[in-house]
């Protein structure tokens, strides 16, 4: 439209303010190296077999680096290097624990814009998520296991005494294999060794196969905070290597946030071995939105619950339970905000949705919508442009979902939603525990008294409330069923890693 100082005729060729403007993090700001070796008591090293894999960027599939392939003589290296260091950093005080662990932190918060950058390019998830979810929340439970280190006596851990008082004198387990995800590489590695660390015991950890850089840049600043050789040990690798740590008979503790069906193996493997374990595994999270829910609101939860990290969070609020009365006011307000997600270069600041990790993972969500369609829900999805080269999948909403549908009942670990509706909240909550997990789940309403009887009623280790995948350090994170055992993070996070 002209404007009014436009003479009658002639067109206004003034450049649009509003016309999105491309906002790229710059690359520049991390050093990728064409090649890394295994982190192996304070050192870089070759494979024993000489083996390598490539790690690519899941938004270009351009090869980012060549990282050593850890065999079994590798992980059993490792761990005879963390059982050496063990004598040495169980016996510190807890104090001068805490002063490596704070020095971590810091260094994380120094690099946080490297790592920003590096974590994005390896796993295609957005800058904007990296820079202000992941890192900071890196940084904190550092921070916060830190405190921790020399309070393990007063954290009321162990039997009860004769006269009521809590255990004292918990001790480290000694040496724990870590296997960690690939949709929040730098996190999960944080959620583990931090406890661990201030717990007193060493660590051997394998990052996930396609996203194993940002494990090995923490290995340089393991060594920039000087933490004692063999503390921290990192071992690259696939299945096979993960199988090796965790049937080494030298690992006391075992830690894995995956998938069920490994959990489920790894669970078997260490039966009757005595080896302690914390399982984080799979979920299919109902977020629940009643009919008195602000629904812009809960339309923005709604969003951050699925389409965080494109729904590749193992605690994504993937069902959708809406009451009847209120489902097409909330359904043309969630389609409306989709149509304004921008979806693309993971490093412009203005994405929203950036690129499934692999193509595997891709050709997954692809097989389990395609199922979704041929069982009878609606598929919907917002008009978006998808990038040529890399691994790529629009944000999708499923209407008309019934129980008996694949997609509500099976993790998809994609941006894909399964919309469902109730008339009660009776309904709701059966609804929402007819799952074979219970890892997550949220309600949206305006009345404090049914938050408090429905959250009661949900099998779900995390209940949100008027939120949806919130994260703090100081608060434990864990499910039931199939979605594991254990709990990370807050005073319970210390537990998995101490004898009491």
């Given at each position: 439209?002209?404007?009014?100082?436009?003479?009658?005729?002639?067109?206004?060729?003034?450049?649009?303010?509003?016309?999105?403007?491309?906002?790229?993090?710059?690359?520049?700001?991390?050093?990728?190296?064409?090649?890394?070796?295994?982190?192996?008591?304070?050192?870089?090293?070759?494979?024993?077999?000489?083996?390598?894999?490539?790690?690519?960027?899941?938004?270009?599939?351009?090869?980012?680096?060549?990282?050593?392939?850890?065999?079994?003589?590798?992980?059993?290296?490792?761990?005879?290097?963390?059982?050496?260091?063990?004598?040495?950093?169980?016996?510190?005080?807890?104090?001068?624990?805490?002063?490596?662990?704070?020095?971590?932190?810091?260094?994380?918060?120094?690099?946080?814009?490297?790592?920003?950058?590096?974590?994005?390019?390896?796993?295609?998830?957005?800058?904007?998520?990296?820079?202000?979810?992941?890192?900071?929340?890196?940084?904190?439970?550092?921070?916060?296991?830190?405190?921790?280190?020399?309070?393990?006596?007063?954290?009321?851990?162990?039997?009860?005494?004769?006269?009521?008082?809590?255990?004292?004198?918990?001790?480290?387990?000694?040496?724990?294999?870590?296997?960690?995800?690939?949709?929040?590489?730098?996190?999960?590695?944080?959620?583990?060794?931090?406890?661990?660390?201030?717990?007193?015991?060493?660590?051997?950890?394998?990052?996930?196969?396609?996203?194993?850089?940002?494990?090995?840049?923490?290995?340089?600043?393991?060594?920039?905070?000087?933490?004692?050789?063999?503390?921290?040990?990192?071992?690259?690798?696939?299945?096979?290597?993960?199988?090796?740590?965790?049937?080494?008979?030298?690992?006391?503790?075992?830690?894995?946030?995956?998938?069920?069906?490994?959990?489920?193996?790894?669970?078997?493997?260490?039966?009757?071995?005595?080896?302690?374990?914390?399982?984080?595994?799979?979920?299919?999270?109902?977020?629940?939105?009643?009919?008195?829910?602000?629904?812009?609101?809960?339309?923005?939860?709604?969003?951050?619950?699925?389409?965080?990290?494109?729904?590749?969070?193992?605690?994504?609020?993937?069902?959708?339970?809406?009451?009847?009365?209120?489902?097409?006011?909330?359904?043309?307000?969630?389609?409306?905000?989709?149509?304004?997600?921008?979806?693309?270069?993971?490093?412009?600041?203005?994405?929203?949705?950036?690129?499934?990790?692999?193509?595997?993972?891709?050709?997954?969500?692809?097989?389990?919508?395609?199922?979704?369609?041929?069982?009878?829900?609606?598929?919907?999805?917002?008009?978006?442009?998808?990038?040529?080269?890399?691994?790529?999948?629009?944000?999708?909403?499923?209407?008309?979902?019934?129980?008996?549908?694949?997609?509500?009942?099976?993790?998809?670990?994609?941006?894909?939603?399964?919309?469902?509706?109730?008339?009660?909240?009776?309904?709701?909550?059966?609804?929402?525990?007819?799952?074979?997990?219970?890892?997550?789940a949220g309600i949206w309403t305006e009345k404090g008294s049914r938050i408090l009887a429905v959250a009661n009623k949900l099998r779900a280790g995390v209940v949100w409330a008027n939120t949806f995948n919130k994260f703090d350090p100081t608060s434990p994170f864990g499910g039931y069923k199939e979605s594991g055992y254990g709990r990370e993070g807050g005073r319970h996070g210390l537990e998995a890693y101490l004898d009491v």
């Amino acid at each position: 439209m002209a404007s009014e100082n436009t003479p009658q005729g002639a067109s206004d060729t003034r450049p649009n303010p509003f016309v999105y403007a491309p906002a790229p993090e710059s690359r520049s700001v991390v050093d990728i190296a064409p090649s890394y070796g295994l982190f192996i008591d304070g050192e870089f090293a070759e494979a024993a077999d000489g083996k390598v894999f490539k790690t690519v960027s899941p938004s270009t599939e351009e090869v980012l680096s060549e990282v050593a392939q850890g065999g079994d003589a590798d992980v059993d290296r490792a761990v005879k290097a963390a059982r050496r260091a063990f004598v040495k950093w169980s016996a510190l005080p807890g104090a001068e624990r805490a002063k490596y662990l704070f020095r971590i932190a810091r260094i994380i918060q120094e690099r946080s814009r490297e790592l920003a950058v590096l974590e994005t390019l390896d796993n295609g998830k957005p800058i904007k998520e990296t820079r202000d979810a992941d890192l900071p929340l890196v940084a904190a439970h550092f921070f916060y296991y830190a405190g921790w280190a020399d309070k393990l006596d007063h954290a009321g851990f162990g039997r009860r005494t004769a006269e009521g008082g809590g255990g004292t004198n918990p001790r480290p387990l000694g040496v724990a294999g870590q296997i960690i995800p690939w949709n929040f590489p730098l996190l999960m590695l944080a959620w583990k060794i931090a406890p661990a660390l201030a717990t007193g015991n060493t660590v051997v950890l394998k990052p996930a196969e396609t996203t194993p850089l940002s494990a090995l840049f923490f290995a340089d600043i393991c060594r920039q905070a000087g933490l004692p050789r063999g503390v921290v040990n990192i071992v690259t690798g696939d299945g096979s290597t993960g199988a090796a740590l965790v049937g080494h008979p030298d690992v006391n503790k075992v830690a894995f946030t995956g998938s069920t069906a490994v959990g489920k193996a790894i669970a078997r493997a260490i039966a009757g071995t005595g080896k302690k374990a914390t399982l984080e595994l799979g979920g299919k999270g109902a977020n629940i939105v009643f009919d008195d829910a602000p629904v812009d609101q809960a339309v923005e939860g709604i969003v951050t619950g699925i389409f965080f990290n494109q729904g590749q969070v193992c605690c994504a609020g993937s069902r959708l339970l809406v009451q009847e009365s209120v489902h097409d006011e909330v359904l043309d307000a969630l389609k409306r905000r989709l149509s304004t997600l921008r979806v693309g270069d993971p490093l412009d600041k203005n994405t929203d949705l950036g690129a499934i990790n692999s193509a595997e993972q891709l050709a997954r969500i692809r097989t389990l919508a395609d199922a979704g369609e041929a069982e009878g829900a609606e598929r919907w999805s917002p008009t978006c442009e998808l990038p040529s080269a890399g691994y790529w999948f629009a944000p999708t909403v499923f209407t008309n979902v019934t129980q008996a549908h694949t997609i509500a009942r099976d993790e998809i670990f994609g941006p894909v939603l399964s919309v469902l509706t109730f008339r009660t909240p009776d309904e709701a909550v059966a609804k929402a525990n007819n799952t074979q997990y219970g890892l997550s789940a949220g309600i949206w309403t305006e009345k404090g008294s049914r938050i408090l009887a429905v959250a009661n009623k949900l099998r779900a280790g995390v209940v949100w409330a008027n939120t949806f995948n919130k994260f703090d350090p100081t608060s434990p994170f864990g499910g039931y069923k199939e979605s594991g055992y254990g709990r990370e993070g807050g005073r319970h996070g210390l537990e998995a890693y101490l004898d009491v």
